[in-house]
């Protein structure tokens, strides 16, 4: 498998970590010698290469959730009739190999020192995961997440997420938002709630 003429390295799966009832982490274990070929920012991706009986390899992107320095991980929703997405959540497991691409993308911050606005929503919370973790440990800026989900059991990472804005209390604020509880989330909504913080100067990333 290529893209744009890189080569794509096979990397073992360390752990498939579930994370909700249709979505699931993949950890994969990386040699000391493709370290700096797999070097990332936080908010890029990995395309991997989901086996295919008809084409052999499909390529899909997903992002990493983790900052820098941690175990190399994606993390897969189920998508409605989605090959690739099924196939990871139903069927891979610890030692099996997969196909990947270096890390790639443009939704990262300019400085983990800024202050962030961040808005996810459904799995969309992967990247931003990423940056969220990445600017609490090794930034000095604040970090605001409005995070919207159909129901609780559908949120991914909610453990976690809280456990961040309990260490991180003045610099982490986390808003929950569920459609079942609240309803769905207005343009007014939003922008009200965006308002201060744009007017603050914050760098705003929307997944």
Known sequence: ???????????????VVPETADAASVVFDLPDELAATFAFRPGQFLTLGIPSERTGLVPRCYSLCV??????????????GGYASNWVNDRLRPGDTVRVLPPEGTFTPRSLNDDLLLFAAGSGITPVMSIVRAALASGSGRVVLFYANRDSASTIFAPALRDLAAAHPSRFLLVEWLDDVHGLPTTELVRDFAEPY??????TFTC
Request: hydrophobic residues 25%; aromatic residues 6%.
């Open 1 to 15: 498998m290529t893209d744009n003429g890189e080569q794509s390295y096979l990397l073992t799966v360390r752990d």
């Open 67 to 80: 900052p820098p320095g941690e175990p190399l991980t994606v993390t897969v929703k189920r998508t409605e």
């Open 198 to 203: 744009v007017d603050a100067g914050y760098d």
